[in-house]
């Protein structure tokens, strides 16, 4: 069996000022550090032959580089595996757009994909990136093998989904320093081994799920990621 393993980085600066990132946005917050820190310590035992991959952006640089040293493994880094770009909305407050915006925004958390309206990337084409992304590691992940993907919540819920032929929401958020896995065994369908699971980190430090903009295809409504 293939495993795919899905970290989502530690909370960042921006996630704490509920500050939607897209494909700007800061490092790690103090306690995304700490996040990622028991991250690192948990994944080092679960999968310490892991290959490791991970998004370019700052965020996730300062994540997966813990968890690379816990491994003592090198890391790829892959632009497919970035967050959506969210336009202009990118470095504006939540409560900023929803106050400024507020039909778009509305129509947003009605479960319309408002994103490209604001020059950003539709979720019709943030699926096809990062799906194209799973499946390419997947098939390069040696058989009983497993590759650490560190992302962000965008493509950690929408390339989750989209993978497993799911066409409405059925899983929930994504929280910061999570890992979720999928299975993958000869040619056929791949699985959901687990979901946003967050046991290896002590409850003061796993960070709430709020709505927000994001990740929801069709009629459901959006979630927190980013």
């Not at 899905?6 to 897209?22: A, D, K, P, T």
């Not at 310590?41 to 996730?60: I, K």
């Not at 699926?127 to 965008?154: K, N, Q, S, Y």
């Amino acid at each position: 069996m293939r495993r795919l393993v899905l970290v989502r980085h530690g909370e960042s600066s921006w996630n704490r000022e509920r500050r939607i990132q897209g494909q700007a946005g800061t490092g790690l917050s103090e306690l995304g550090v700490s996040q990622v820190q028991h991250a690192a310590s948990w994944l080092a035992g679960a999968y310490p032959d892991a290959a490791v991959v991970s998004s370019d952006l700052q965020r996730c640089r300062e994540t997966v580089a813990p968890i690379a040293a816990a491994l003592g493994a090198d890391v790829t880094f892959d632009e497919a595996l970035r967050e959506r770009d969210f336009g202009h909305w990118s470095g504006r407050l939540l409560a900023d757009v929803e106050a400024e915006e507020a039909e778009r925004w509305a129509r947003w958390t009605t479960g319309q994909d408002v994103v490209a309206e604001v020059g950003g990337e539709a979720s019709d084409d943030l699926r096809a990136r990062v799906v194209a992304a799973f499946e390419r590691i997947l098939r390069e992940t040696p058989d009983d093998g497993a590759t650490i993907v560190v992302t962000h919540g965008g493509p950690v819920w929408h390339g989750t989904h989209a993978l497993l032929g799911f066409t409405h929401a059925v899983l929930g958020g994504v929280a910061n320093a999570s890992v979720t896995e999928i299975g993958s065994a000869g040619a056929g369908a791949p699985w959901l081994q687990c979901w946003n699971q967050v046991a290896h980190l002590p409850a003061d430090l796993v960070t709430s799920l709020r709505p927000s903009v994001g990740r929801t295809p069709e009629r459901a409504a959006p979630r927190v990621g980013r």
